[in-house]
């Protein structure tokens, strides 16, 4: 601290009114300051972004390192999980009697692999459609447990609708991510989510739709995740390359795939690379489900796992906002908004 900082030596009493009436118009202004950040209403002053996924592990596959990122980057980020996966395989030797054909135990422990995944994450608030175990996993598509009572697939679709449409309204996310229309890959529990997150984000906005689940909030934008052709085209290639051809289904072509978006079909990328760590350590807290030793990860090759830290999303309402590159991909899912 320099002298010049220092109260002139013997102030006078017109110096000491000066001070007083100063130390006035700053309290007055903070006050003014104080009641703006009111008005504004602690919800407003974050950007904040909600996933519905369908089974504990998706979150981390296909949008983990976007919710690492934003988390990181001061974004609220809240995580809803619609079923605890207790059809999942078990890919854990000493684990495998959690499975559901065994003790049928799987959920409750996927819940504790969630829980650390999101930790990885930095994700404080991950929840449950309708509270844990509400609804059951509905297995793959075509098996008998599509049918059980209670799974996802199963679901009263308005009764769903209304639990997501209270989150909405609770903590208000400009931003929504879901699945596409085919789940990304058709498992039944992802083409439900789909169903049930568009229909939420149409309804939570319209006062007429449950009062009681809370005052109306339209989120600004909804986004698909996405797999973009050229970027399964690098992996096979790059599989290939290592004497893999078992991976990615053994298909040569990206269009041979049951899932990957045509690259213009695709409206944004979220670059998360910094993230893969955070990535890859959520995914080895799914440890019943993610061989993360196996051969992907076994690739030397950095330009491979790099390319696992970039999550991209198609813009399924909203506006588009402003992008980049030959197909003007957005490069943050809140482009465009004020938020
Ligand atoms: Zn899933």
């Given amino acids: 601290m320099s002298d010049a900082t220092l109260p002139p030596p013997d102030p006078g009493e017109r110096m000491r009114e000066q001070t007083a009436e100063a130390v006035l118009a700053q309290a007055e202004t903070a006050v003014e300051d104080a009641a703006m950040d009111v008005d504004m209403a602690p919800l407003d002053v974050p950007r904040r972004m909600l996933l519905v996924h369908a089974h504990p592990d998706d979150e981390t596959i296909g949008t983990g390192a976007t919710?690492?990122?934003?988390?990181a980057a001061g974004v609220a980020v809240t995580l809803v999980t619609c079923t605890l996966g207790e059809e999942g395989e078990v890919l854990v030797p000493e684990l495998e009697h959690l499975a559901a054909d065994k003790d049928d135990a799987l959920g409750q422990h996927r819940i504790g692999e969630l829980a650390a995944a999101c930790e990885a994450l930095r994700v404080t608030d991950h929840r449950f459609l309708g509270g844990p175990g509400r609804w059951r996993d509905s297995g793959m598509m075509g098996t008998p447990a599509n049918d059980r009572p209670g799974c996802f697939w199963q679901?009263?679709?308005d009764e769903a609708v209304a639990e997501l449409v209270a989150v909405v309204r609770e903590v208000r996310p400009q931003v929504v991510v879901t699945y596409d229309s085919n789940g990304g890959y058709g498992h039944p529990d992802h083409v439900q989510a789909h169903r049930v997150t568009v229909a939420a984000?149409?309804?939570?906005?319209d006062p007429s739709y449950g009062p009681q689940l809370g005052e109306p909030w339209q989120p600004s934008k909804l986004y698909f995740s996405a797999v973009p052709r050229s970027v399964l085209q690098a992996g096979i290639d790059l599989l290939r390359e290592a004497g893999d051809t078992s991976g990615f289904f053994g298909v040569e072509r990206a269009e041979d795939l049951p899932f990957g978006v045509p690259d213009e079909q695709v409206t944004t990328e979220v670059d998360a690379a910094d993230e893969l760590e955070a990535k890859v350590a959520a995914m080895r807290a799914h440890k019943t489900q993610i061989?993360?030793?196996g051969p992907f990860f076994a690739l030397s090759n950095n330009i491979g796992q790099r390319a696992f830290g970039i999550e991209h999303y198609t813009l399924g309402r909203g506006e588009r906002g402003p992008g980049s590159g030959p197909h003007?991909?957005?490069?943050?899912?809140?482009?465009?908004l004020d938020a």
């Fill in 291 to 293: 061989a993360v030793d």
């Fill in 201 to 205: 984000f149409d309804a939570a906005g």
């Fill in 328 to 336: 003007a991909w957005e490069d943050d899912l809140f482009a465009g």
């Fill in 67 to 71: 919710m690492a990122k934003y988390a």
């Fill in 155 to 157: 679901a009263d679709l």
